[in-house]
């Protein structure tokens, strides 16, 4: 069964402070990879997806890179802002043992950034 | 561009009582997911759809039943709701599947049962 764990649960960082979150997952057989933003009582907004056989992607302030082998990934925030303030979810796509694809979630890191 | 619309966004029930959560996208995906997320727990499984005309269970099935008439829609159904499911609801769709599939997400709905 997929499992998958970001930590920290809680970032406070001082605004401009680049940094890095993480999550890890248990079955390296993914198709992808998909960073989230969700804020509060709100849906969930797509940040990044990394397919399986990449390595990276960036998008303006985000670069979030996929080590498959070893179930990890980062998404890294330059220059954080005040307006970063969020919870950052990932969630990986594989085959459920009912031969379908699935999402699986992490719990997520709550991020704020102090002006 | 609607997306993923949710009906409605916020409910209240009394334990007992029935409701059907209405999920539709208009970009023509054939997987549409529901889910529930709860504190501290994330967000988790409840039933999924391949296409029209199939269901099938995720992680949290209980008390709950699905249902996809139509490619665009996705249903959610509570018989007799309990306490326990007072929860944030969401859909999710994507293409077939692949590589590069990305899952969209609906904004939301938050049920209370008291």
């Known amino acids: 069964k997929q499992e998958v764990t970001q930590i920290p649960a809680a970032l406070s960082v001082p605004e401009g402070e680049n940094l890095v979150l993480n999550c890890s997952f248990t079955d390296s057989a993914i198709y992808n990879l998909q960073w989230f933003r969700q804020d509060p009582g709100k849906g969930l907004t797509s940040l990044l997806l990394?397919?399986?056989?990449?390595r990276e992607q960036t998008s303006g302030r985000l670069n979030a890179s996929l080590d498959k082998s070893s179930g990890r990934s980062t998404l890294y925030i330059a220059a954080s802002q005040p307006g970063d303030s969020a919870t950052y979810l990932c969630a990986v796509r594989d085959l459920s043992s009912g031969g379908y694809q699935k999402v699986t979630f992490g719990t997520g890191t709550k991020l704020q950034v102090i002006p | 561009n609607a997306g993923v619309t949710q009906t409605p966004k916020f409910r209240v029930l009394k334990t007992g009582q029935s409701m059907t959560l209405l999920c539709a996208q208009d970009m023509n995906h054939e997987y549409m997911y529901w889910y529930r997320q709860d504190p501290g727990m994330g967000l988790r499984l409840i039933h999924y759809?391949?296409?029209?005309?199939?269901?099938a269970k995720g992680e949290v099935p209980d008390g709950y039943n699905v249902s996809r008439l139509k490619k665009q829609n996705f249903l959610l159904g509570l018989e007799s709701a309990a306490p326990s499911q007072t929860s944030v609801y969401f859909c999710a769709s994507s293409r077939t599947g692949g590589f590069a599939t990305e899952a969209f997400f609906g904004q939301g709905t938050r049920l209370t049962v008291v």
């Open positions: 990394i397919q399986s056989s990449q």
């Open positions: 759809s391949v296409g029209e005309g199939t269901t």
